[in-house]
């Protein structure tokens, strides 16, 4: 137990001062992050351009909703 002691104690202070070391440098560094700022930025001009067409048939029934123009409604014949 003693000769455990003896040879782990030097290991674990010397080990102890190289783990902030390897924290800081980090595993790897790379500045991608505006290939993510520009893939979401087309993700959300696809999103914004699929809305285009609801926001528009949207005002439409609106419109013909609050306008003050009344048609006769005639039933068809087969």
Do not use: W
Request: overall charge positive; glycine content about 10%.
């Amino acid at each position: 137990m003693k000769k455990i002691a003896k040879y782990s104690l030097p290991g674990i202070v010397f080990l102890s001062t190289i783990v902030p070391a390897l924290a800081e440098t980090g595993a790897r560094t790379d500045n991608s992050m505006m290939l993510v700022y520009l893939f979401l930025g087309v993700c959300g001009l696809i999103i914004f351009l699929q809305l285009i067409p609801v926001f528009a048939l949207g005002l439409g029934i609106i419109k013909g909703f609050f306008s003050g123009e009344k048609e006769d409604i005639k039933p068809l014949k087969h």
